[in-house]
Nanobody
């Protein structure tokens, strides 16, 4: 439990789309929520999107309507579909999971770089 492996980052042009994924070694249901945060140079880490154990979703204001978070329970994987990408979306994207038993226990992936540039 707690090992998060991200994949799918890369370089994309403005207006393009990209999907990143995060796989956990354990069960998705061992976490109260899983989600994505991002951090650009000089900025604080911010919430992008999260999905709770019950399937409810929440999005950061800057990505609302453009990004979509989903999960595949059988694969213990969450996905972040990013559409209409902007240069301001450029950041390292980190997968996060909050332990179901202890809400103070957070797990983080290693991060994946997303760069939006022409």
């Amino acid at each position: 439990q707690g090992q998060l492996v991200e994949s799918g980052g890369g370089l994309v042009q403005p207006g393009g789309s990209l999907t990143v994924s995060c796989a956990t070694s354990g069960s998705i249901f061992s976490f109260s929520s899983m989600g994505w945060y991002r951090q650009a140079p000089g900025n604080e880490r911010e919430l992008v999107a999260l999905i709770t154990v019950s399937g409810r979703t929440r999005y950061g204001d800057s990505v609302q309507g453009r990004f979509s978070i989903s999960r595949d329970v059988a694969k213990n994987t969450i996905y972040l579909q990013m559409n209409n990408l902007k240069p301001t979306d450029t950041a390292v994207y980190y997968c996060n999971a909050v332990d179901y038993q202890d809400y103070s226990l957070n797990f983080w992936g290693q991060g994946t770089q997303v760069t939006v540039s022409s």
